[in-house]
């Protein structure tokens, strides 16, 4: 709908490979750096702030020849079921009994070949924390050239602060939290979707952009879906510039209200 409508052979914001904003630029260049030295990396952040996307990128990094990257999300699982998953990246098909020595001498013969290697692990706040003791026992043996990334929400620095888990948080070679975006950086980056697809920039108008900019409060996730919603709804209505009706047509819906906004619907 939206091509047809605007002319156009891509649709913004809706992209498989954004570009990186100047705060996952910066956090994505000392990653890179630390992976040369053994690095163990936490990256903190809300729902929606960008921590996916800056994963994203790392996992990019996998196709090229002298890196290799195992990536995993599926946190709440036991210590061997991790193993498994870790195996699985590292392309490993050996029993149970042996993974651990062969995760370890395939990192070694990576590294031998000149390979830096990243291991991610997302929403690693749900992770129980022996589990990622004994993950951290087991990377302490890997070689040097080997970085270690966790993504998860602010209850993973809690549980790391926790003086219990002080043999993992003492081992931490960089961590980074990644901050809601002002106003400046979003506006910005919804002219870089429009650039990015030959849209001009006053597919939005100014109060439209206003008003996302309010209702986002500088949360990259829910930017670009308001933006990508409310570009539906001027399709629908015919229309080549996206105005606060539309806008206000997405706001309405029962997902953007608030918890106390849903109860106050329902007494009423």
């Not at 994203?56 to 890196?67: A, K, P, Y």
């Not at 926790?162 to 400046?184: A, C, H, Q, W």
């Not at 697809?197 to 949360?219: A, C, K």
Request: hydrophobic share 35%.
């Amino acid at each position: 709908m939206i091509k047809n409508t605007f002319g156009i052979t891509k649709e913004p914001f809706s992209r498989v490979n954004p570009g990186l904003l100047a705060q996952q630029k910066r956090i994505f260049d000392l990653i890179k750096i630390h992976s040369q030295h053994g690095g163990f990396s936490v990256i903190i952040g809300n729902p929606g702030v960008g921590k996916s996307i800056l994963r994203e990128h790392i996992e990019t990094l996998g196709s090229e020849r002298d890196t290799v990257v195992a990536s995993f999300s599926q946190t709440m699982h036991t210590y061997t079921n991790m193993l498994k998953q870790l195996a699985e990246s590292f392309r490993i098909d050996v029993p149970t009994k042996t993974l651990e020595k062969e995760l370890i001498q395939t990192a070694y013969r990576h590294v031998k070949d000149r390979k830096v290697l990243y291991t991610l692990i997302d929403e690693a706040h749900l992770m129980d924390m022996q589990v990622l003791r004994k993950l951290r026992l087991l990377f302490d043996r890997f070689p040097k050239n080997h970085n270690l990334v966790l993504f998860g929400q602010r209850d993973l620095l809690y549980y790391l602060s926790m003086n219990v888990n002080e043999d993992i948080k003492s081992r931490i070679t960089y961590s980074e939290n990644i901050f809601p975006l002002n106003d400046g950086n979003l506006e910005q980056y919804i002219l870089v979707e429009l650039d990015a697809v030959g849209l001009g920039h006053h597919t939005y108008d100014n109060s439209s952009i206003e008003l996302i900019l309010r209702s986002v409060q500088g949360n990259l996730r829910l930017c670009r879906n308001l933006c990508y919603s409310s570009l539906i709804e001027a399709c629908r209505d015919g229309k080549r510039t996206v105005t606060t009706t539309h806008i206000n047509n997405v706001l309405v819906q029962p997902h953007w209200r608030s918890h106390e906004e849903l109860i106050k619907q329902q007494v009423v």
